[in-house]
């Protein structure tokens, strides 16, 4: 069973719906005790950085920690990766949860804002997550802050400046992207994640 947190995040709905087209089993869920015992956990996100304070209010990171620290596969998609940062521009007093290093920012003023649409992932290291996924493939995006790259990114996008559409390290995954919205690519990705749960 995959647990994906609620906490607000308006995109719920359709990443339960992408992982059941799959076969996969989900419940989406605000209750620490069901993150603690599911097989892996998805963290998904739309909207404001300042939304993932939700999730301390909730006391659910202590639960999202402690799966994270008994090696269950972790999802965050969109803010869910941002999150996965030390923190963000965009509420400079949240903080992240620290899995990579540095804060995520705002796009430069020379690019449109908000990054919407279908733009290119461009794979720089081998990736579970990845697996069958094809160099250049089309994702979509809507997002106005980026998370810098660093060593666990696997595959960045250029939009203005390169940044980490993907991030990978032991149990830990993250997208910038939303692969429910995000055709064969997409499913193959959250496939991938939910053969990581088994």
């Keep these: ?60 990171t202590p639960a999202i920690r402690d799966a994270m620290e008994n090696k269950k596969p972790f999802l965050g998609i969109c803010v869910g990766l941002q999150w996965m940062y030390e923190g963000s521009e965009e509420a400079p007093d949240v903080p992240g949860l620290g899995c990579f290093a540095g804060r995520c920012r705002r796009f430069p003023a020379d690019a ?54 993907v991030a990978e390290i032991g149990n830990l995954f993250a997208v910038q992207f939303h692969p429910e919205k995000s055709d064969e690519a997409g499913l193959t990705i959250l496939r991938n994640f939910a053969r990581l749960a088994c």
């Design 1 to 60: 069973m995959i647990a994906i947190v609620d906490y607000g995040a308006g995109n719920l709905t359709s990443v339960a719906k992408a992982f059941r087209y799959l076969g996969t089993e989900t419940q989406v869920t605000a209750d620490p005790a069901f993150v603690r015992k599911a097989d892996a956990v998805v963290l998904p996100g739309v909207g404001h950085f300042s939304s993932t304070s939700v999730i301390g209010e909730r006391g659910l």
């Design 112 to 165: 449109r804002v908000p990054h919407v649409g279908w733009n290119q992932i461009r794979i720089t290291h081998p990736s579970r997550l990845l697996n069958g996924v094809p160099d250049a493939s089309y994702v979509y995006y809507t997002h106005s802050y980026f998370g810098p790259v660093v060593s666990e990114t696997v595959a960045v996008t250029d939009y203005g400046a390169p940044f980490t559409a």
